[in-house]
């Protein structure tokens, strides 16, 4: 995996404030999801360094959540043995522009920002709240919205923003009954078209294990996977 996505994926999809405890980075989410409220390890850690992980997450009144990134398995061994649970393993998939397709067919997507309220409302009944559209809204730099249509109705949307040469692509969702019609391979090759547009080299996405469509998706449209990750978190 490139060194640097991992500053992409923060800097695309911005955490509210950021504050360093114990040797963690951790981030303020505001609902805005698991990426924006996380901490990760950004120095060697002792067991005293994750109690004051912990007490950050608390007193910014937000679950104790971590990311566990490769080559972190002694951090991810002493969550466990706090009672930390593993959820929402990922993938992090990226290919370089230059292999994907731009070929949007008619009147099936196109980028635009600010979202207009036709996506934010695509994004409402994707699961995509107030909240994380609010992430949106933090990403500094080229960004856009992608609005798919299907059967002259707007049927999904996703977020794309650019860093350091990578877009990446955020919030990807297809309305249920306009799924299996070529969607999401319209919004994709919309998205490729405006980043290459952005200057980007390349493209890269973060989707979870669970879901196979979208995996197969992505695998099918030429981009690989680069690395794998999870979180662990204590509700209580």
């Known amino acids: 995996m490139s060194a640097d996505l991992f500053q992409v994926i923060d800097a695309t999809w911005p955490a509210a404030t950021l504050h360093e405890a114990g040797g963690f980075l951790v981030r303020e989410g505001l609902g805005g999801g698991s990426r924006v409220s996380s901490a990760s390890l950004i120095a060697p850690f002792e067991s005293a360094d994750i109690d004051a992980a912990i007490a950050a997450h608390r007193a910014l009144g937000q679950p104790p959540k971590f990311m566990i990134r490769p080559g972190e398995e002694a951090l991810d061994a002493a969550l466990g043995a706090r009672g930390f649970e593993v959820f929402d393993p990922v993938t992090v998939y990226e290919a370089p522009l230059d292999v994907l397709s731009d070929d949007v067919p008619p ?65 990807l969702v297809t ?37 196979g469509p979208a995996n197969a998706l992505y695998r099918g449209l030429g981009m690989r996977p680069a690395a794998q990750y999870h979180y662990r978190r204590r509700l209580a």
């Open 107 to 171: 009147v099936s997507a196109f980028a635009h920002w600010p979202p207009l309220a036709i996506a934010a409302e695509v994004w409402e009944r994707g699961g995509i709240g107030a909240p994380r559209r609010a992430v949106m809204t933090r990403a500094q730099g080229a960004r856009a919205a992608v609005l798919g249509r299907a059967e002259d109705h707007p049927a999904g949307a996703a977020f794309v923003a650019v860093h350091d040469g990578t877009a990446m692509l955020h919030a």
């Open 175 to 211: 309305l249920p009954e306009f799924r299996r019609k070529g969607l999401g391979r319209a919004i994709m090759a919309e998205t490729v078209r405006w980043a290459r547009a952005a200057g980007a080299e390349r493209l890269a996405l973060v989707v979870t294990q669970a879901n």
